[in-house]
Each structure stands twice: as C-alpha cells, then as structure tokens.
C-alpha cells in the first residue's frame, strides 16, 4: 500500500472522470427521486469499491478503515433534491470552465466524492485514519431525518466530520447562521391601502424592514420576508432575521421590537408581534485544532483560509458533539439562473480533503456541550 503524500502525485490523472461525473450527475432526467443515489451506486459499483453500504434513508457511504484504533473522519456531501426536474440542467464546457444550472451546488461535490473514493481505493493508498465517505440522501421530504439516521447509527465511531461544498476554496465553515422568525399581524380596517389616518400595512412593513436594515451593518446580519397573507381584518407577515453572531441576532431583533411599538404608537395601530422560532448560532472556536490543522494544510498547499458560515447538516452535528466545518474544492460562482467552476484549482481541492483527512490528529480536541434547541413558540 501507497502513503498518501507518495501517492497524492497521481490524483490528477482522475480529473477528467471526475469534470465527466459532474455533467453526467448534473443532465440526469430526473425520472424518480433514487435516479440521484441510483448513479451513485452505479458508479461505486463499476470502481469495484468495497464496503458499500444504503441505510433504509437511502444514504449511501463507504469506509476506509485502517484500524478500529485509530480516529474516524466523515466526509461528506449532499444528494440534493431537484425542485425543478425538468429545467434543463445541460452543462456547457467552456475555455477553462464548466456552466450550467445545479452544476456547482449540486454535482461536484458529488463527483468529488466518487472521485476521491476511486483514488484512494484504486490506488491502494494507506490512510492514518479511518474515514467514512456519506452522500447524505436530501432528496426526500424529511431532510433531517436522513442525517439522524445516519448519526444512530455511526456517531460513536466519529471523531469529526466534513462537509465537501462545490465553492469556495479556501472557504471554511465553522459557524451556523443564528435565527429569528417573527409573525407580525397588522390590524387595520383598510389593511393594505393608505387611509387618510395612518399609512398603509405596506408603507409601515417598508419603514419596519429599512430601519432594521440601516441597523443591520453587522457582517452576515439578514432580514428576510418569508410570507405576506391578507386575511379580512388583518394582514399577516412572516419576518426571518439570521445572523453570524448571537450578540448581533439580539440587537437587531430588539431593534425590531423598539420599532414596531414606536410606529405602533405614532399611528395609533394594532400590531401584534409573536416570536415563532429561535435558533442559536452553532460553532467551533476559531482557536479549535481542527481549525488550526486545517490552516496548516491550507497554508502548505498556498490556499487562503476565508471563514465563513456553515450549514444546517454540519450545525447538527456539532450540536451532537462531534466538531464539523465545510470546506470548498473550486473557484466559481453561483449566478442568478445558472452556475460555473473552473477547471484549475478543482484537483487541488480535493488535494485539501484528502490531507486534511490524512494529518489531523485528535488528541487535542476539546469536548464541548452543545445544548441548542429551537426555542420559542407562537403565543397569541
């Protein structure tokens, strides 16, 4: 068996099956929702992978394990659902780049993972670790649920996972979004339209949302209208705040409640406010040492670290107690109506992963509580 640092020389001679993975995954039809997971196995077959395995979620992985000893990664990606299965998703090669719709979001990743996975077995390669390589099966309705039933069955054996996103390289979750929801009801007789009294729900729900927005000079700091309904006496509104920094939630969210009394007040109005759900932010320190080893690889390989927000999947894994960042393996951009990745640098991403996995020891790793719950509920 090969070391990684003697083998890592001849990963590049998989780019173009993996550049093929990622526009064959990326132009499936779509028929069912397995189509997805289906090409998956297929192709781990055809590697003649060993250790496939399906759990009754329709997650797919594969282990490399060394010793039952020594620490476990997990890296993994998403099998995405597709809102849209018949939007064509052709991709187009172009000079030094690959476009097309959900071909970064949604196919790299994946195809990186396969690709990863081909190397190390068709090469023979020794890793220090055990690592468990998990397309985590979201094409379903419960998205949640398909992680959880991965979690019960492995999180005993897991040391700390890896989420491999299409883009950035260099870009390193270690921090949910933290979250507010709010339902405001406007009470008025004329709920939508100006009156000769006091302006319209309309014109008081813009002065909400642009005052929350001059104060929200945060980094990270949203604020988002998820649903508008008019009903007969009132109008009901859906506000999301998400933030990088739970100080930062908590100004904008009382700046929210200083305003909407004060306009409440001035217009002689009725707004009723309920704080429909909570969620704390999530994170490792910036100081953890799987953060520093990870700056070290980057720092060898001449990759520049950005920190950045993580994602739902790793944020429930922390709360687990197992430390989780994502990483990115290629330069791109996720457009309005399509996607591209540049060729160069995408070998050099999974360069990352695979040191990444092979140098972080774990000895160092604190063992922190996580006890975040959703918190809050509608109270009229």
Known sequence: M?????????????????????????QLPLKN?????????????????????????????????NDDTSPTALVFTTIDEIHDPLVE???????????????????????????????????????????????LNQARKNKFLSLGEFLQENIKSLDYAIKVNGINLGDLGHRSLGKYVYKLKFYSRDSIHKTSKAPSTLEILYRITSNLKENADME??????????RFEDNTEVIMEIKSEGDQDLETISENLRSTVTELAERYNLKIKLNLLSYIPTTFIPNDHPLIEQIR????????????????????LIIKSGIPAVSLGIGKGEI??????????????????????????????????????????????
Not at 8 to 17: F, N, R, V
Not at 335 to 357: A, H, P, S, W
Not at 368 to 373: F, N
């Open 89 to 135: 998703r052709f991709a187009r090669v172009l000079k030094g780049k690959i476009e097309g719709l959900k071909i970064v979001s949604s196919s790299l990743k994946v195809a990186a993972l396969l690709t990863m996975i081909k190397f190390l077995h068709s090469e023979n390669v020794d890793l220090r670790k055990n690592v468990f390589f998990l397309f």
């Open 33 to 65: 929702f397995d189509e997805q997971k289906n090409f998956i196995i297929n192709r781990l077959r055809e590697m003649n992978s060993p250790n496939i395995k399906e759990d009754d979620e329709g997650n797919v992985y594969v282990s490399f394990v």
């Open 296 to 315: 070290e690889v980057h720092s060898h390989l001449n990759i520049k670290t950005k920190l950045v927000a993580l994602d739902k999947d790793e944020a």
């Open 2 to 26: 090969l070391r990684l640092e003697d083998a890592l020389w001849k990963l590049e001679k998989y780019e173009d099956e993996l550049l093929s993975n990622t526009i064959l995954y990326n």
């Open 335 to 380: 457009l309005d109506g399509t996607e591209y990745f540049e060729r160069d640098g995408v070998m050099k991403g999974l360069n990352q992963i695979l040191m990444v996995v092979d140098n972080v020891t774990t000895e160092n790793f604190a063992e922190e509580e996580i006890d975040q719950d959703i918190i809050g509920e509608e109270k009229d």
């Open 220 to 229: 990270g700091t949203s604020v988002s209208i998820l649903k508008l309904d």
